[in-house]
């Protein structure tokens, strides 16, 4: 099975990893009891996999990642942070379709 795209993060290693530019990095903050981050976790991989652009995926368990969740304001899962230089750009709270998060970060990234 080929290796994902997407690199799990913890508090220490958001700051050395998603926060360390420069650069994009997305992350997506989650949790593994909840349903819609389940439901959104094959579209986040899938996009990463495959998409064409600077940016660095990461995904980040609320309940392990509590000091960085708080830091992003994150107030409900599956929430989608966007960093540029480790500053937080924009976020985007609940799933999307592979389209919409493809589309998202181009648009966003093109800033």
Request: aromatic fraction near 10%.
């Amino acid at each position: 099975m080929a290796e994902s795209a997407v690199q799990e993060l913890t508090d220490e290693t958001y700051e050395s990893e998603a926060k360390a530019g420069p650069g994009w990095a997305v992350v997506d903050f989650y949790a593994t009891w909840c349903p819609h981050c389940k439901a959104f976790r094959p579209v986040y991989e899938e996009v990463a996999g495959g998409y064409q652009g600077p940016v660095r995926f990461y995904a980040a368990d609320v309940e392990k990642c509590e000091e960085a969740a708080a830091e992003c304001k994150v107030r409900s899962i599956p929430t989608v942070v966007l960093l540029r230089d480790g500053e937080r750009i924009e976020t985007h709270v609940g799933g999307m379709t592979n389209s919409a998060l493809a589309d998202w970060l181009k648009e966003k990234t093109a800033q």
